[in-house]
């Protein structure tokens, strides 16, 4: 399933993944620099009632955030990590098979932790601020 949207669009988005994942899995985000993967993950925690800033986990590897039902959320991002021990040290299998919905950017530098039903989505940015998520079940 491929959804083209522009930015002002994002939390609809957004509400459709979660749908999709019946709001509870590992979702991977694919996609360059810039693609929009963070602001997608902002765009399902404000979904999901999250109340803190969302951001970047680049230098922390994982952020927790609260939903507003109590639950759980990760959010990780697997740009700097070198390897799947470095992984499994930072914490990320843990976040992946805890049961709570948990978004990873960059999954492809830990491919063999993340759990075969995850949500594989490609971000694509196209011209005009427009973006193109490509959505695998």
């Not at 602001?39 to 230098?59: N, Q």
């Not at 639950?71 to 070198?82: E, G, V």
């Not at 960059?106 to 601020?129: D, F, G, M, R, Y």
Request: hydrophobic content about 45%.
């Amino acid at each position: 399933m491929d959804v083209i949207f522009s930015l002002v669009e994002i939390n609809e988005v957004a509400k459709l993944l979660l749908e999709k994942m019946n709001n509870t899995g590992v979702l991977c985000l694919y996609g360059e620099m810039g693609a929009g993967k963070t602001t997608l993950v902002k765009a399902i925690a404000a979904t999901l009632g999250v109340k803190d800033t969302v951001s970047s986990p680049t230098f922390s590897i994982i952020n927790e955030y609260t939903l507003a039902d109590g639950t759980p959320m990760y959010h990780l991002d697997l740009y700097r990590i070198k390897d799947e021990e470095e992984a499994i040290a930072a914490g990320v299998e843990h976040c992946l098979y805890s049961g709570a919905l948990c978004m990873v950017e960059w999954p492809q530098h830990a491919l063999s932790l993340i759990p075969e039903n995850a949500v594989k989505c490609t971000l694509t940015l196209l011209p005009h601020n427009h973006r193109k998520l490509e959505i695998n079940l």
